[in-house]
């Protein structure tokens, strides 16, 4: 949600903003803007509804001189969508201007007493209400910028990723995180910020990832030479100086452009057999007999201890997290619960020292997420992180876990990181499975043998492709789909709706196929889509009938079938065939017809496939 850029050195500061903001056009905003301190000295501010070509537009006549600026793009949370409260803000003098993601909760209180005390606004912004106060406490006190902004944040209340600068001090920038990603990047002589590190990675591979409660002070020599304290400083609000860990940074520039696909979302359905192939790399062994995960060997005993399984996540994730939960179940013989993180964290849930909480999330930034790993860790539980993002605040948070290595995901509706967050739950559960010695030697060697061919299986999956292009203008009428499974089909149901949903705006839902009759069945006629996944398993005959209880009602069945199929043929509209596997590892494959048949309707629909209304991939606010 939202994105941050910073830059401060010798370049001209503005086309490394604007290529940075167009890096982050993923994270899903509705307005962009930048603040450059001029070369006349001038802090000039631009900024304008609508995407970053809007922004670069007005800016085509304006002064974007200077090395030293920040940028934004919004994602409206105080204030409606509009250039008056887009980022960057001023403070009422105009020497300050300030960039944040996240949100200020106590920002009434803090607005009123500043308005009692002259202050003027003109945003309807949290944002603005932390740059007001900043430039007030500097006036009060007679502060320095830093020691301002140490004292503003602790008065505020919330989630905050923060970079301000100030005209008067035209060498430096101030930046500050809490509950909200934020990366410095290191240069030679230059210095670079990001929400995360897709705009950095063109100038540096050498970043350091702001901890909670961390503030960076970056300052550069000036043209005369005299800022003798050139350079990066991380501190605590409190002034504490912090060590500084420099990370590497290792993305291939070629995965965050589209490489010659119409749609970031389509480059990356297609990546997914390289993208799995990547996340068992090193962890099934050459004879693709056995699995080694690193956290079982450095934390066995808390993982073989474990009495009860607890996984959070949110959306897509949870899905996934839905499917892991049949496999701990089934293999391991491990309780397991699935919560929605926004959920888990006020419920009071009842945790104990022998439940292993898995998170899971691409980002590894959610913000619901790591409320409920901290409540987790507060009542002793064993937390074990999933995600994408390496350096993310949820690996850090955690005790140990395991990443998906399938690359940035640009699109918003996630496709690769849903398939990877399957395949390490799918290791782990075999994994835990083999150690707890509740699966027999055969059916282990076989399941992991299985599933290093699910890539291949994916590859052959991928060529449905034109005829899934070819049925999408049938659906482009609906206003409403049902998605059926059963079993391990029933989470891919969840999430076959949640991209349509999400990327060409039909209602949709799923169902356990068997649950139809207890309600949404009503809803059946000629005019309702009904999308089936009817791969063959051991429910297969139930589901036959579940199809033909919607063919009985006029319903139209679109179904997703094992190859070799011809029962479901005489019931079904249309076929889409999957080549077969085991039932576990079914959603791998059965999850890319569904993803390009979102993909499809919604390219039909003239919809923003990347950048769908109302979302943003990372969602660090509540």
Known sequence: MCGIVGYIGTKRAYPILIKGLKRLEYRGYDSAGVAMIGDNGNLNVYKTKGKVDNLTEYCSDKDVTGCVGIAHTRWATHGEPSARNAHPHYSTSRNLAIIHNGIIENYAGIKAKLQANGVTFKSDTDTEVLVQLVEYIMDKKNLSLLEAVQVALHQVIGAYAIAIVDKRDPYQIIAARKQSPLVVGIGDSEFFLGSDASPIIDYTDKVVYLEDGNIAVIR???????????????????????????????????????????????????????????????????????????????????????????????????????????????????????EYASEFRYRNPVVNKDDVVIAISQSGETADTLAAIQLAKEQGAFIYGICNAIGSSIPRATDTGTYIHVGPEIGVASTKAFTGQVTVLSMLALCLAKERQTISDELYHSMVKELTLIPEKMEQTLKTNEQIERLAPIFTYAKNCLYLGRGYNYPLALEGALKLKEISYIHAEGYPAAEMKHGPIALIDSEMPVFVIATRDRLYEKVISNIQEVRARGGRVTALVTEGDQQIQKFADHVITLPDTLECFQPLIASIPLQLLAYHIAVCKGKDVDRPRNLAKSVTVE
């Open 220 to 338: 550069v020599k000036s043209p005369n030479g005299e800022n003798e304290d050139e350079g990066l400083k991380i501190l605590s609000i409190l002034g504490e100086e912090q060590e500084l860990k420099v990370k590497k940074v290792d993305i291939d520039l070629g995965q965050i452009e589209k490489g010659g696909y119409s749609h970031f979302m389509l480059k990356e359905i297609f990546e997914q057999p390289e993208c799995l192939q990547n996340c068992m790399r090193g962890r099934i062994n050459v004879e693709g007999d056995n699995v080694t995960l690193s956290a079982m060997i450095d934390y066995r005993q808390q993982l073989l201890g474990a009495k009860r399984i607890i996984i959070v996540a949110c959306g897509t994730s949870w899905h996934a997290g839905l499917i892991g939960k049949q496999l701990f179940e089934q293999l391991c013989r491990i309780p397991c619960e699935v």
